[in-house]
């Protein structure tokens, strides 16, 4: 092959292993002859790279080795040594060319580049694939169903903000990542790192073209085979999600529209009042001194430093809104002072002066958060503004940045980065619509790559710099995102709407961003825009009680719809679901645990627990917390029952622990006050008294709820540190485990102990009265429900740094 394709080009000289490498011309891609379409300039000779990372995943690169291009600035693994075997064989055909990576214990192709022309232009690149399946996950952000529509849809990526407009129109964030599930029930992904404006185009063959109008074809191919194990391989690519601090887990209110300091006060006492768990009080850009970041108005929120101190009196919790717009209008404005001192804003195309657009407080310019002079900044503005407010985190909005004018307040200089040849079907009609010039320029290039960036940008140097000034873990919730930005922050789901089609289609929301790595995700509960309605309230704060993140805002001037407004029988609905939520609150940070250390999924479908079930590829109405607690809300109006699906296995009903007689479809009551939760046998869910927040939960006891398995097993585990610490080495992991009418406990010390015992073991699908029931050899009561065939234990007092084992017989 010629010097211009090798490994040192892109990988560096170490790697010299597990390498195909070719090198094409433009002219060979399908027909041996030019394509007609010129778009731009044609790159006449490219290299393919195609690199076994390990044993079930696959990298391959198509770049231009004459001419250095812009590549996506995230930090991705090296490859450093050959993996010992591959599940996978690469063949090329040379006319047409192509290539196709095939699933070398099945015979399956997962990718085959000969579904299309292949197009290597300066400002156009294209490539297509067949896929195995019709079942395709992901690619986002949209609001659309779980499983992608494959007649011709068309999905754009390019970071925008507008809302929550339903179908493949381009929304917050930007992630080109798909889960396919095979005929079989094997699950591959596929990840294309580039982040230009693009579009993908699924065709009922089935196949998958990609557009996109910059960088270079950077591809990653996930072999599963489990769709789980997908997530996991692409998430130690792009970088597993943060642990969040354990108070993050609690319920969060805000909204637009609280007008002082004192009116948010009287929200937080009305739901201790009514005794409705909540540890997080937000405001939204009311609170500002003129919508001025990093400021608090002095008149009407005078009392913000002492609402934060009673919430930390009270166990609780506070997060402000920021926006990146910095306005410019006042030059005795420090945050914008300080940055032009240091460079720290974007740039015009075509001088060396702060681009200006204009957002809430009018002129502003934006940070560049690509420049290492800006990360600092930031810090020292954090810094700064917690010297005044004492934050615990930050909502991060307006970040794709939104403008409200196109480009900037004097225009844009005509360039083809403005008006390029080919435009992916975006919002608006063009690339500047409602956010800045393309040609804006960074410390690292322009704005015409970086776009979709931004607003991860901004999340990194974020939840860096209040790690720095609180030093310990803290929230940053975002609402433009890209891959990797789950290793620092959540993200909600942007502007919905207050109607019930909204609430249903939270569910596919949450399930793709924990597809794309980033698991920390909610909606806002009761809906954002417009005016909520009682019965919808209560079924979506029943359902946003189990979205990983939990909060409930909504706009200004709609009616009130946190849980202490709408009646006093909403507020005891409200209470009785989030204490459930609250009781299960160990098993979520195990969790979340889970997909820090190993990149699992923390809400998923139920396709991805059973892939071999084809009737789950299509249910978005349901969702399990990991792979043993299933969630079936309510989301029709007016309705008192759910017409459920119980894949094929066992499961127990939740409140009664009575196991359901059959699988398939059921229905099942759901009176106004709940919501049908169902346990799968084989697992252990640990749970705790709950309380009002999760710092006094978490000094109450543990139980274990515990679902026998057809064969009578079950497993199960609990993570535990403080809940806040940085990389803290100090915790407690334990294992539960049941064979043979035997529960165990297996505990890892990690120097965390926690002061609170296991009070209660329930046992469900004890098929019949025991004789006798021991703790550690000791003979203790035991109530039996014959009804119900659950085995209750109470009374107990075991320590969870210590084994413990139970029998029954």
Same mark, same amino acid.
């Given at each position: 092959?010629?010097?211009?394709?090798?490994?040192?080009?892109?990988?560096?000289?170490?790697?010299?292993?597990?390498?195909?490498?070719?090198?094409?011309?433009?002219?060979?891609?399908?027909?041996?002859?030019?394509?007609?379409?010129?778009?731009?300039?044609?790159?006449?000779?490219?290299?393919?790279?195609?690199?076994?990372?390990?044993?079930?995943?696959?990298?391959?690169?198509?770049?231009?080795?004459?001419?250095?291009?812009?590549?996506?600035?995230?930090?991705?693994?090296?490859?450093?040594?050959?993996?010992?075997?591959?599940?996978?064989?690469?063949?090329?055909?040379?006319?047409?060319?192509?290539?196709?990576?095939?699933?070398?214990?099945?015979?399956?192709?997962?990718?085959?580049?000969?579904?299309?022309?292949?197009?290597?232009?300066?400002?156009?690149?294209?490539?297509?694939?067949?896929?195995?399946?019709?079942?395709?996950?992901?690619?986002?952000?949209?609001?659309?169903?779980?499983?992608?529509?494959?007649?011709?849809?068309?999905?754009?990526?390019?970071?925008?903000?507008?809302?929550?407009?339903?179908?493949?129109?381009?929304?917050?964030?930007?992630?080109?990542?798909?889960?396919?599930?095979?005929?079989?029930?094997?699950?591959?992904?596929?990840?294309?790192?580039?982040?230009?404006?693009?579009?993908?185009?699924?065709?009922?063959?089935?196949?998958?073209?990609?557009?996109?109008?910059?960088?270079?074809?950077?591809?990653?191919?996930?072999?599963?085979?489990?769709?789980?194990?997908?997530?996991?391989?692409?998430?130690?690519?792009?970088?597993?999600?943060?642990?969040?601090?354990?108070?993050?887990?609690?319920?969060?209110?805000?909204?637009?529209?609280?007008?002082?300091?004192?009116?948010?006060?009287?929200?937080?006492?009305?739901?201790?009042?009514?005794?409705?768990?909540?540890?997080?009080?937000?405001?939204?850009?009311?609170?500002?001194?003129?919508?001025?970041?990093?400021?608090?108005?002095?008149?009407?929120?005078?009392?913000?430093?002492?609402?934060?101190?009673?919430?930390?009196?009270?166990?609780?919790?506070?997060?402000?809104?920021?926006?990146?717009?910095?306005?410019n209008s006042d030059p005795s404005y420090a945050p914008y002072t300080e940055g032009l001192k240091v460079g720290a804003f974007v740039m015009q195309p075509d001088s060396d002066e702060p681009l200006v657009g204009k957002v809430?407080?009018?002129?502003?310019?934006?940070?560049?958060?690509?420049?290492?002079?800006?990360?600092?900044?930031?810090?020292?503005?954090?810094?700064?503004?917690?010297?005044?407010?004492?934050?615990?985190?930050?909502?991060?909005?307006?970040?794709?940045?939104?403008?409200?004018?196109?480009?900037?307040?004097?225009?844009?200089?005509?360039?083809?980065?403005?008006?390029?040849?080919?435009?992916?079907?975006?919002?608006?009609?063009?690339?500047?619509?409602?956010?800045?010039?393309?040609? =804006? /320029?960074?410390?690292?290039? +322009?704005? @015409?790559? %970086?776009?979709?960036?931004?607003?991860?940008?901004?999340?990194? $140097?974020?939840?860096?710099?209040?790690?720095?000034?609180?030093?310990?873990?803290?929230?940053?919730?975002?609402?433009?995102?890209?891959?990797?930005?789950?290793?620092?922050?959540?993200?909600?789901?942007?502007?919905?709407?207050?109607?019930?089609?909204?609430?249903?289609?939270?569910?596919?929301?949450?399930?793709?961003?924990?597809?794309?790595?980033?698991?920390?995700v909610g909606a806002d509960i009761c809906g954002f825009n417009g005016n909520t309605q009682k019965e919808l309230c209560t079924r979506w704060l029943q359902l946003g009680a189990f979205y990983p993140f939990s909060r409930n805002?909504?706009?200004?001037?709609?009616?009130?719809?946190?849980?202490?407004?709408?009646?006093?029988?909403?507020?005891?609905? =409200? /209470?009785?679901?989030?204490? +459930?939520? @609250?009781? %299960?609150?160990?098993?979520?940070?195990?969790?979340?645990?889970? $997909?820090?250390?190993?990149?699992?999924?923390?809400?998923?479908?139920?396709?991805?627990?059973?892939?071999?079930?084809?009737?789950?590829?299509?249910?978005?109405?349901?969702?399990?917390?990991?792979?043993?607690?299933?969630?079936?809300?309510?989301?029709?109006?007016?309705?008192?029952?759910?017409?459920?699906?119980?894949?094929?296995?066992?499961?127990?009903?939740?409140?009664?622990?009575?196991?359901?007689?059959?699988?398939?479809?059921?229905?099942?009551?759901?009176?106004?006050?709940?919501?049908?939760?169902?346990?799968?046998?084989?697992?252990?869910?640990?749970?705790?008294?709950?309380?009002?927040?999760?710092?006094?939960?978490?000094?109450?006891?543990?139980?274990?709820?515990?679902?026998?398995?057809?064969?009578?097993?079950?497993?199960?585990? %609990?993570?535990?540190?403080?809940?806040?610490?940085?990389?803290?080495?100090?915790?407690l992991i334990v294992k539960f485990a049941v064979q043979s009418k035997t529960l165990t406990s297996s505990p890892t010390l990690g120097g965390y102990t926690p002061s609170a015992k296991v009070s209660n073991v329930t046992i469900?699908?004890?098929?019949?009265?025991?004789?006798?029931?021991?703790?550690?050899?000791?003979?203790?009561?035991?109530?039996?429900?014959?009804?119900?065939?659950?085995?209750?234990?109470?009374?107990?007092?075991?320590?969870?740094?210590?084994?413990?084992?139970?029998?029954?017989?």
């Amino acid at each position: 092959f010629p010097k211009q394709c090798t490994t040192e080009y892109k990988f560096g000289p170490a790697v010299t292993t597990n390498i195909f490498i070719t090198r094409f011309s433009f002219f060979n891609f399908q027909t041996g002859r030019r394509i007609p379409l010129q778009l731009t300039t044609i790159v006449s000779n490219n290299c393919i790279i195609i690199l076994g990372i390990e044993t079930r995943s696959q990298r391959f690169d198509i770049y231009d080795p004459n001419n250095k291009r812009y590549e996506v600035p995230v930090e991705t693994p090296e490859v450093t040594k050959k993996s010992s075997e591959q599940d996978y064989l690469v063949s090329f055909t040379h006319y047409p060319f192509g290539f196709a990576i095939t699933r070398k214990s099945t015979g399956r192709v997962l990718f085959n580049s000969t579904a299309g022309a292949m197009i290597f232009e300066d400002q156009f690149l294209q490539l297509s694939t067949f896929l195995p399946s019709t079942n395709i996950f992901g690619l986002g952000e949209h609001v659309d169903s779980f499983r992608l529509n494959t007649t011709w849809q068309k999905l754009v990526m390019f970071a925008r903000d507008g809302g929550t407009p339903y179908g493949g129109i381009n929304l917050y964030g930007v992630h080109p990542f798909y889960v396919n599930i095979e005929p079989d029930g094997n699950a591959h992904g596929v990840f294309l790192l580039n982040s230009n404006a693009m579009e993908v185009i699924l065709q009922p063959t089935p196949a998958l073209t990609y557009r996109t109008i910059g960088g270079i074809l950077d591809f990653y191919i996930f072999l599963g085979p489990e769709p789980d194990s997908v997530v996991q391989q692409y998430t130690e690519v792009i970088g597993r999600p943060f642990l969040p601090p354990y108070w993050s887990l609690g319920f969060h209110l805000c909204r637009w529209g609280y007008e002082t300091s004192n009116q948010t006060q009287k929200i937080v006492n009305k739901m201790r009042q009514y005794g409705i768990p909540q540890d997080v009080q937000w405001n939204d850009i009311d609170y500002m001194d003129n919508h001025f970041d990093f400021t608090y108005d002095s008149q009407r929120f005078a009392g913000l430093p002492d609402l934060v101190n009673d919430l930390h009196e009270h166990n609780q919790h506070y997060i402000p809104i920021t926006d990146p717009g910095i306005p410019n209008s006042d030059p005795s404005y420090a945050p914008y002072t300080e940055g032009l001192k240091v460079g720290a804003f974007v740039m015009q195309p075509d001088s060396d002066e702060p681009l200006v657009g204009k957002v809430w407080p009018g002129n502003t310019v934006f940070p560049d958060f690509f420049n290492p002079k800006t990360i600092q900044y930031w810090q020292e503005q954090l810094q700064n503004f917690h010297g005044k407010v004492n934050i615990d985190g930050l909502w991060i909005d307006m970040n794709e940045p939104s403008n409200f004018v196109d480009g900037s307040t004097s225009g844009c200089p005509k360039s083809t980065y403005e008006t390029p040849p080919y435009v992916p079907g975006v919002m608006g009609g063009h690339l500047t619509a409602k956010t800045i010039c393309m040609g =804006a /320029r960074h410390a690292n290039g +322009i704005h @015409y790559n %970086l776009h979709s960036l931004y607003g991860h940008s901004e999340l990194i $140097a974020t939840a860096k710099g209040l790690r720095n000034v609180l030093n310990k873990r803290t929230l940053v919730i975002s609402r433009s995102t890209f891959p990797s930005s789950g290793k620092y922050g959540g993200h909600w789901l942007g502007d919905n709407n207050s109607q019930w089609p909204d609430m249903g289609y939270s569910i596919p929301g949450i399930l793709d961003f924990n597809l794309f790595g980033i698991p920390m995700v909610g909606a806002d509960i009761c809906g954002f825009n417009g005016n909520t309605q009682k019965e919808l309230c209560t079924r979506w704060l029943q359902l946003g009680a189990f979205y990983p993140f939990s909060r409930n805002h909504n706009t200004k001037g709609a009616t009130p719809q946190d849980p202490a407004s709408l009646g006093d029988d909403v507020a005891a609905i =409200a /209470r009785k679901t989030f204490l +459930i939520r @609250y009781s %299960l609150l160990p098993y979520l940070y195990t969790l979340f645990y889970k $997909a820090n250390v190993q990149g699992s999924t923390v809400a998923r479908s139920l396709v991805f627990e059973f892939p071999k079930e084809p009737y789950t590829y299509s249910i978005q109405s349901q969702f399990l917390w990991g792979p043993a607690l299933l969630i079936s809300p309510v989301l029709v109006q007016s309705s008192t029952q759910v017409n459920a699906y119980f894949p094929n296995d066992l499961w127990y009903d939740f409140y009664t622990g009575k196991a359901l007689s059959a699988h398939g479809h059921i229905t099942l009551d759901a009176p106004i006050d709940k919501i049908n939760l169902h346990i799968r046998g084989g697992y252990i869910i640990p749970m705790q008294e709950p309380s009002t927040t999760t710092a006094e939960s978490r000094k109450n006891p543990y139980s274990l709820k515990v679902a026998l398995s057809s064969s009578g097993d079950a497993v199960g585990d %609990l993570y535990l540190d403080d809940g806040e610490s940085l990389n803290t080495k100090e915790t407690l992991i334990v294992k539960f485990a049941v064979q043979s009418k035997t529960l165990t406990s297996s505990p890892t010390l990690g120097g965390y102990t926690p002061s609170a015992k296991v009070s209660n073991v329930t046992i469900l699908g004890v098929m019949s009265k025991p004789s006798q029931v021991s703790v550690n050899g000791n003979q203790t009561p035991f109530d039996y429900d014959s009804s119900s065939m659950v085995l209750r234990l109470g009374s107990l007092s075991l320590s969870l740094v210590d084994k413990f084992l139970i029998k029954w017989q």
